[in-house]
Every structure is written in structure tokens, then in C-alpha cells.
């Protein structure tokens, strides 16, 4: 049975292994709450994720999404450390700050080092976190504040008005002559054609079965002949002008036999006045050869403007034919409404100009039209004359 005195010695060393252990105990707890601590801290991943991982970490954590970030937007190796650059916007100046408060921390549990710029309240700053093998140069920028856009108050659009027309002076006359264009073709409109006022004219097509006969007919009735010579349009030859026309492609030989030919074709013929003709009368070369045969028969030419650029005008006079230009046609569309329209047109052209050509077709209905109403024309301000009398 065991003494008193070894039972004494015995708990004595229980005790003192008792008292030897608890200061181990103690830090392990300490220990403990610290990793704790860091844990929490860093969040789940901590100090053992990598750095690239952290970095996106953090800035997610201050309002930064991930794919805004700019990852290695330049590596340059200086003193055999790569530095690689990264960028960041953030949203507020606050946010910023934040991250490079998370920065600093990392760089103690990582072991790194952080440079930081002089002035901190600058829009975009770089921060310097540097690794030893590596470094990052991070660009942390501040987007620039949200302004509200006012939109400006709309301004009522007047309506647009149309130019007002200008008005003939109260009792305003002109002189208006009137040329028809494409006779030659049959004769059964040529006796109506006769019966109107003698200041009408007749624009004849050369070598066609009733050419001459009508050309003749009409000056036997009093009106004046022209001859609607045929010229080269654009579309030429889908579109053709028929025969005897002036092509640009002619020699000046060939030219001056057509001019000629399709003159000598319509007997009585005081003056030419284009049919079609919208490419011919656009060629000042065409047109100044055309401008010296009537210059040398004393003929005069009547521009009908087949087209804008025309320079048939400008041709004649420098060749010396007195010449002119349609300024209405009549009867575009071949309706009774439509060239009342359009003579009412010629009028008013006539009295607030002076003076007017307008062209329209042997046409049934247009030599209708103008046979109901030339006798009242001169009631209206409009004094008919002949198509030579307006060229100079």
C-alpha cells in the first residue's frame, strides 16, 4: 500500500505537467484566432490565392465589374523584373480609396511592397505593388460624374410656305406665240390646224409621207413653217428620232449634208426647232456646226430644251441666228383639263416676262383645245404672235 509521501509525489507531477501545458494551449488558441482573423479578413480565398485572382477580388468588392477590368494591357521588363499593367475605373472617388486600403494590406501578407503616387486626389493615379520577380502597375482611374442631360425644350417648326408666285403689274400684257411640233406624218389634222389664228406656227418632221404637202398646206393657209429636225436623245438608239436625224457622232461632212438635206425636205421653213435631241443640243461642237448651216440660209432655230444642259442657246448666238426658247409645253398630257392648265400657264408667263413660247403637238385634242380658246386670249392679257417674231 502505497505512502502517504508517494501519493503526494505523485499529484505533484500531475500538477506540474498540468501547469507546463496550459501556456501551449494558450497560444494555439491564439494562433488560432488570429488565422481566424485573416480568414475573415481576406475573405474565402485569402493570402493563397493568387495575386491576379485577389486583384479582381477586391476591386469586384469596391463596385468594379470583372470584365471592365483591363488585364495586361502592357508587360515591359525594366532591371529583370515584369511589370504588368493593369486598369481599373471605378465609380467614385471613395470606392478607389477603399482598394488601395485593400491593397496595402494584401502587400503585408503577401510581403510585397506598395508605391503609392504623390497625389492621391488626382483622376487617375498608379499605384506600384511590387512582388520582387514580378510587379504591377495598376491604373485606377475615377469615371467622370454623370451629368444629367437636359433636354433642350423644342422649338415649334413653322410650317414651310410656298414662295409666293410673283404677279403680273394690274393690266400687264405680253406677246405669246404658239409652235406645234411632229406635223408631217398624215394630213387629216392639217385643215383644223389652218383654221386656227395665223400666228400659230408648224413645226414639220422631214422625210416622212406627208411632210412637204403639209409644210406647203399650212403656208398656203397663212402660218409660218419650221422644220422639226430630229437630233440624237440620250437613250439613243432605244429611243429613235427617226429619219434624217443629226447624231454627235457625225463628221462635220455628214452633219452639214443631214442639215441640208432635211432643209431642203420641208419647203417654206423659216426656222429649226429641235425633236428630241437631248444628248445633240448638250454637244456645243454638234450644235455650233448645226448653227453655222442655218447662219448661211438665214434661218433662225427655237431651242425646245430637251434637257437642262442644253447649249444650243449659246451656240446660236455666237454663230449670229437669232434664236429663243419653249418656255410651257402644252400638252405633256394629252387631256382637254391638262393644256387649258397649261396655256393658262403661257399666259401668265407672257404678261409677267413680256413675251412667251409655248409648244404643244399636232395633236386631235390639243388643236381642239386651242381652237375653243385663242379667240379670247387677248382678253386675258395675251397678244398671239408668230414664233419669228419672239426670236432675236
Given at each position: ?73 502592357l508587360i ?240 446660236a448666238r ?15 398630257e394629252r ?58
Open positions: 500500500m502505497p505512502s502517504r509521501a508517494s501519493k503526494k509525489k505523485k499529484g505533484g507531477r500531475f500538477a506540474d505537467s498540468y501547469r507546463s501545458t496550459v501556456p501551449w494551449i494558450l497560444v494555439a488558441l491564439a494562433a488560432l484566432v488570429v488565422a481566424l482573423l485573416f480568414f475573415f479578413r481576406s475573405g474565402p480565398e485569402g493570402k493563397d490565392s493568387p495575386i491576379e485572382v485577389r486583384f479582381l477580388d477586391l476591386a469586384g468588392a469596391r463596385g468594379v465589374a470583372r470584365d471592365s477590368v483591363v488585364v495586361d494591357d515591359i521588363k525594366k532591371d529583370d523584373v515584369f511589370i504588368r499593367t493593369w486598369r481599373f475605373d471605378f465609380s467614385d472617388r471613395a470606392a478607389r480609396d477603399g482598394f488601395i486600403g485593400d491593397l496595402e494590406i494584401e502587400a503585408v501578407a503577401r510581403h510585397a511592397t506598395v508605391e503609392l503616387p504623390p497625389d492621391l486626389g488626382a483622376k487617375a493615379i498608379a499605384v506600384l505593388m511590387d512582388f520582387g520577380p514580378e510587379a504591377f502597375n495598376l491604373e485606377l482611374t475615377v469615371a467622370a460624374p454623370k451629368v444629367a442631360v437636359v433636354p433642350p425644350t423644342p422649338v415649334p417648326t413653322k410650317k414651310p410656305t410656298a414662295t409666293p408666285r410673283p404677279k403680273p403689274a394690274p393690266g400687264a400684257r405680253g406677246r405669246l406665240a404658239i409652235l406645234l411640233d411632229d406635223a408631217g406624218q398624215n394630213d387629216d389634222l392639217v385643215p383644223a390646224a389652218a383654221a386656227l389664228p395665223k400666228q400659230v406656227g408648224i413645226a414639220v418632221l422631214p422625210f416622212l409621207p406627208r411632210s412637204a404637202e403639209t409644210a406647203t398646206a399650212m403656208h398656203e393657209a397663212g402660218h409660218e413653217v419650221w422644220l422639226h429636225l430630229p437630233m440624237e436623245p440620250e437613250n439613243y438608239p432605244a429611243d429613235n428620232p427617226g429619219p434624217g436625224a443629226v447624231l454627235v457622232s457625225m463628221t462635220t461632212g455628214e452633219l452639214r449634208t443631214t442639215v441640208h438635206t432635211a432643209i431642203n425636205n420641208i419647203p417654206f421653213a423659216v426656222g429649226v426647232n429641235n425633236h428630241m435631241g437631248s444628248r445633240a443640243t448638250a454637244n456645243l461642237k454638234t450644235m455650233t456646226w448645226i448653227m453655222q448651216e442655218l447662219s448661211a440660209r438665214g434661218m433662225a432655230f427655237i431651242d425646245s430644251r430637251t434637257t437642262t444642259k442644253t447649249v444650243a442657246e449659246r451656240a455666237a454663230q449670229g441666228v437669232p434664236t429663243n426658247r419653249r418656255h410651257v409645253f402644252l400638252d405633256n387631256n382637254p383639263a391638262a393644256i387649258r392648265k397649261q396655256l393658262e400657264e403661257a399666259v401668265y408667263r407672257c404678261r409677267l416676262d413680256g413675251e412667251a413660247i409655248a409648244i404643244g403637238h399636232l395633236d386631235r385634242v390639243t388643236v381642239q383645245v386651242l381652237a375653243e380658246e385663242l379667240p379670247g386670249l387677248a382678253a386675258r392679257g395675251a397678244d398671239l404672235a408668230k414664233p419669228s417674231d419672239l426670236v432675236r
